[in-house]
């Protein structure tokens, strides 16, 4: 579920209160089938996490400036935030999760507080979230008059005890094989891969941090480094995934939350997570391929590749055609294709480029489609980067619910989307196949709800989301009682807030900067589509 591979000055509270908060908070979501030992591990967690919150609004955060390869320049700060490995052992074994920031830029009178950001994934960074601010995006200027920005790395990601579950360089080689199966034969290649993929997790990682690797806990050190901010309560944004963890953190924290803003909305159901969630994308990613295609055909004049969907998809069956056959400059078989071309039902600021691509391929320039798409063994940091998002965006899945273990039932069900949704359908079946034979627990998801203390949370999502599908909005509009809910209707692009459309842009100003929602929900029209 995640985007492409192609994301506290607490005031100090009474430690008994809080403990009796969290056990109370940890029983209201525990699944109604649970067992006395889970709920028992439940509220374990529960007293762990207040326990280090409590630590960390004590020691605080000792800001400096970032590491000089880090990346981030002067005014940004880093810092850490140690957390429990497991909150059921609060006195165990810590990490440290790598954080940073930038002060607000108006008064002190101005300043509301922290505004923490988790871009998604799972598996993504946040830690380029101040740069909104160094580099003054126009969309941000007034958020940013008011609260300090605040990115991390989530627990397993890039300087926050990072995993891994194959050799960078290895993940990155090309070409790969073509994601869609031509017989029984290349299936149970893909399948030995998936395999082999997840025992790589276990032994590079080890079993000890797999088991760890979750949403809830993700959520808890959410909370730990709102205590470090010295901030009583969190104001949060979240895209993508970090949907998700806000709402898990939502439930888990009900009354820890000042201000929340989810954008491009993951369907928070138990029954979602994470199976059903990637099969309902698959589908949601072929409406978008085809969304891409029209734009394409209304553009031919520029792009050449025919002035119908038919036409431009006959193109793109041509090329994948001819890619299996022989990869392009040896690198770029379906796989690299399909990863690269992936981008644009993702983002309409992939349209032009992914579009002069392929037009530049077939009027005979294969070198720009290969510059394009494929990997640069060259960049290792990038390489690195990369890897360490796959096993996280892997790890919390798996690790989050139990996943089918029946490969008949994954084939079945695989086969028979392909038929209608044939873009993305096997391509996204084998990379998450490894949950099939994880080698830790795999636990119940939390049952996202309303709890004692949650404000108005503003929920932002287009319509025609590929990543996100549109009906994951919805149920968590239904399930955070006082939500508002604002549509970007007839739109697709993943990731609303960071798009030019006044009718969204203003009002999420608003909500972050005076709590204020519309009496009802909104729907605006979409954003300009792009230009060639």
Known sequence: MRAKRPTRRLTAFASAGALVTATLIAGAVAAPSATADSRHGQNREARGAAIAAARASKAGINWQDCPADW????????????????YAHPYGKQIKLAVDRIGNTGTKAERQGALVYNPGGPGGSGMRFPRRVTTKNPLW?????????????????????????IDPQEFVKAPKADPVPDSEADKRVQRKLAAAYADGCAKRSGKAMLAQMTTPNTARDLDVIRAALGEKKLNYLGVSYGTYLGAVYGTLFPGHVRRMVVDSVVNPAKENIWYQANLEQDIAFEGRWKDWEDWVA??????????????????????????????????????????FFQSAPYYDSSWVPVATAFSKYVAGDTQALVDAAAPDMSDTVGNIASENGNAVYTAVECADAKWPTSWSKWDKDNTKLHKSYPFMTWANAWMNLPCATWPVKQQTPVNVKTGKGLPAVLIVQSTRDAATPYPGAVELHKRFKGSRLIIENGAGSHGVTGLVNPCINTRVDSYLLTGKTDAADVTCTPHATPTP
């Open 298 to 339: 209304k553009n031919d004049a520029a792009f050449h590749l025919g002035d119908t969907r038919a036409k431009v998809q006959d193109q793109w069956l041509k090329l994948r055609a001819t890619a299996k056959k022989s990869p392009l400059g040896g690198v770029v078989g379906p796989a690299e294709l399909i990863s």
């Open 141 to 165: 200027v007034n958020t940013s008059k008011a609260y300090d920005f605040v990115g991390f790395d989530p627990r397993g990601v890039g300087h926050s005890a990072p995993i891994s579950c």
């Open 71 to 86: 990346g981030f320049e002067k005014p940004i700060q880093c810092g850490w935030v140690s957390v429990p490995l497991d």
